[in-house]
């Protein structure tokens, strides 16, 4: 249920491009539920004897990574544009 959420966060943020501030909110929103996702994997993976971790719970640690430079971008892009309205 968790990895769908993540999901439609991640495609919802991709198309409010004209709502930085909502974008930012929403990429930290899914970066909290992305770490969430970890701990319940890690969580999940001492119950048992002998685990190894599936390539999907690898790849939640890419989903945060995205989260984060998508994160640096908007930031990035709103400064340019707080910039850009000083200037007039």
Do not use: N
Request: glycine fraction near 4%; charge should be positive.
């Amino acid at each position: 249920i968790l990895t769908i959420i993540s999901i439609v966060i991640s495609s919802v943020a991709i198309f409010q491009f004209k709502d930085r501030r909502l974008q930012m909110r929403l990429c930290l929103g899914g970066l909290l539920v992305a770490i969430l996702i970890i701990v319940l994997y890690i969580v999940e993976m001492r119950k048992l004897l002998s685990s190894t971790p599936a390539l999907w719970s690898l790849l939640s640690g890419l989903v945060i990574f995205a989260y984060i430079m998508a994160y640096r971008g908007i930031r990035h892009d709103e400064k340019l544009v707080k910039s850009l309205d000083k200037l007039r």
